[in-house]
C-alpha cells in the first residue's frame, strides 16, 4: 500500500525562513490548514528540538479549520558560511469517528496510516541588514563625529572671520604707514630744495665780484655828490 499524501495545507509548503539578527529569539510561522471533512490531528517535529521552542507542537484541527504554529529559534552566534541543516516535520493522521484518546491513536497508528511533510530551515540576514550590522554601532559615533564636525565648523567660521578682521586692520595700517612715509618724502624734497636754493644763492653772492663792492661804489658816489654841493656852497 502506497504511503498517504498529506492531506493538511502548509504554509509556507517548503521553507521556514528566520531572519536575523539573532541575537534574540527569532519567531517563524507555520500554518497549518484541513481542507478534509474529517479531523486531523497533527505533530510537529525537528532535528534541532534544543534549538527551536515550538506552540503549539501537537493537535487536532477540525474539517476547514486552519491552526497556526509558532517556532522560536533560540538566540545563537550566526555564521553567514555556515549552512543549516535544520529540518522540520509535520505529521498528520486522519481521526476515526468517535476517537478521543489521540496519544493511543498515534500510538497505535500504522506507517501507512501517516502522513507527513518536511520543511527546511533557512537562516537569512536582510540585505540591509548585512550593510547595517558592520557600522551599527558606528550610528552613533558617526552622530557625534557629525555634531564635532558641526563644531568644528562653526569654530572654523569663527577663526575665518577673526582673519578677515585682521587682514583689514593690517591692510589699514599698511596704507597709513604709506601715506606717512609719502609724506616724509615731500618734506625731504622740500627742505632739500630750500637749502640747495640757499647754497646756490651764498654761491652766486660769494662769485660776483660786483656784488662785493657794490657797497665801495655807493661810498664813493655819495661822497662825490657830498663834495660837490659842499663847493658849490662854499663859493
Known sequence: MSKLEQILILDPPGDLR????FTDVVTAN???RNPSDRRVCFKVKTTAPRRYCVRPNSGLIDPGASVTV?????????????????KFMVQSILVPAGASDLEALWKDAKPDDLMDSKLRCVFEMPSDL????EPESSKASSGSRAAGLST?????????????????????????????????????????????????????????????????????????FIGFFLGKFVL
Not at 509558532?70 to 535544520?86: A, G, I, R, T, W
Open 18 to 21: 528566520f531572519r536575523g539578527p
Open 30 to 32: 507555520l500554518k497549518l
Open 70 to 86: 509558532s517556532v522560536m529559534l533560540q538566540p545563537f552566534d550566526y555564521d553567514p558560511n555556515e549552512k543549516s541543516k535544520h
Open 130 to 133: 548585512e550593510k547595517v550590522s
Open 152 to 224: 568644528d565648523d562653526a569654530e572654523t567660521r569663527r577663526l575665518l572671520e577673526e582673519s578677515k578682521r585682521l587682514q583689514a586692520e593690517v591692510g589699514k595700517l599698511l596704507e597709513e604707514n604709506r601715506q606717512l612715509k609719502d609724506e616724509g618724502l615731500r618734506m625731504r624734497k622740500a627742505n632739500q630744495f630750500d637749502s640747495s636754493v640757499s647754497r646756490s644763492s651764498a654761491a652766486m653772492l660769494s662769485k660776483d665780484p660786483a656784488s662785493r663792492s657794490l657797497p665801495s661804489l655807493l661810498v664813493v658816489i655819495a661822497a662825490l
